[in-house]
């Protein structure tokens, strides 16, 4: 029995990943979170984040509208997107494993401080991850965009995932986010 419910787990999660793709995008931002449906934000935030951009880049964003834990995992292990937005506890928990960028040149950690923590990052000489403090993502509740949006963002951070296709993109749409 237990095999049984291994393998539906496995089979969900494919097809889960199957439908998150990143079409031609060149920003993808994936959101979840714990205590709210992200997918009601998702087609207002793209829209208002692509009125911002322009033709400059596209953007394309994935929401899981239930929090499974299996699911981040995908999202993060898959290495498609180059924003992430999920809950504090989750960012942290991956932040340790030094899955996210250090984001302390392209943005002041002291307008960030709930973003600041001892996290992962890899040593440049041992090719190991090592642990240092840095700002590793920036909270929601600082973020402009989100203003008018009947959306929760507190406890939500958007971080910079080590798989970003594009950082250059990435710092430009968080800044964007911001207000900057």
Same mark, same amino acid.
């Given at each position: 029995?237990?095999?049984?419910?291994?393998?539906?787990? +496995?089979?969900?999660?494919?097809?889960?990943?199957?439908?998150?793709?990143?079409?031609?995008?060149?920003?993808?931002? *994936?959101?979840?979170? +714990?205590?709210?449906?992200?997918?009601?934000?998702?087609? %207002?935030?793209?829209?208002?984040? $692509?009125?911002?951009?322009?033709?400059?880049?596209?953007?394309?964003?994935?929401?899981?509208?239930? =929090?499974?834990?299996?699911?981040?995992?995908?999202? =993060?292990?898959?290495?498609?997107?180059?924003?992430?937005?999920? %809950?504090?506890?989750?960012?942290?928990? =991956?932040? $340790? $494993?030094?899955?996210?960028?250090?984001?302390?040149?392209? *943005?002041?950690?002291?307008? =960030? !401080?709930?973003?600041? &923590?001892?996290?992962?990052?890899?040593?440049?000489?041992?090719?190991?991850?090592?642990?240092?403090?840095?700002? &590793?993502?920036? !909270?929601?509740?600082?973020?402009?965009? &989100?203003?008018?949006?009947?959306?929760?963002?507190?406890?939500? *951070?958007?971080?910079? %995932? &080590?798989?970003?296709?594009?950082?250059?993109?990435?710092?430009?749409?968080?800044?964007?986010?911001?207000?900057?």
């Amino acid at each position: 029995m237990k095999r049984i419910g291994q393998w539906l787990l +496995i089979c969900v999660s494919i097809l889960m990943l199957a439908g998150c793709g990143k079409d031609d995008a060149d920003v993808s931002i *994936f959101m979840t979170d +714990i205590s709210q449906n992200v997918s009601d934000i998702r087609e %207002p935030l793209e829209q208002k984040l $692509q009125e911002k951009l322009g033709e400059d880049l596209k953007v394309s964003i994935s929401a899981a509208a239930l =929090y499974v834990e299996q699911k981040v995992l995908i999202e =993060y292990a898959a290495g498609e997107h180059e924003i992430m937005i999920v %809950p504090e506890d989750v960012m942290k928990r =991956y932040s $340790q $494993q030094g899955a996210h960028r250090v984001l302390d040149e392209e *943005f002041d950690a002291e307008k =960030y !401080p709930e973003g600041v &923590f001892e996290g992962g990052v890899t040593d440049e000489t041992t090719n190991e991850i090592v642990t240092e403090k840095h700002l &590793f993502a920036i !909270p929601l509740s600082k973020m402009k965009i &989100f203003e008018g949006m009947n959306f929760k963002t507190e406890g939500l *951070f958007a971080t910079i %995932p &080590f798989t970003s296709n594009s950082v250059e993109n990435s710092v430009k749409v968080l800044k964007l986010m911001i207000g900057e």
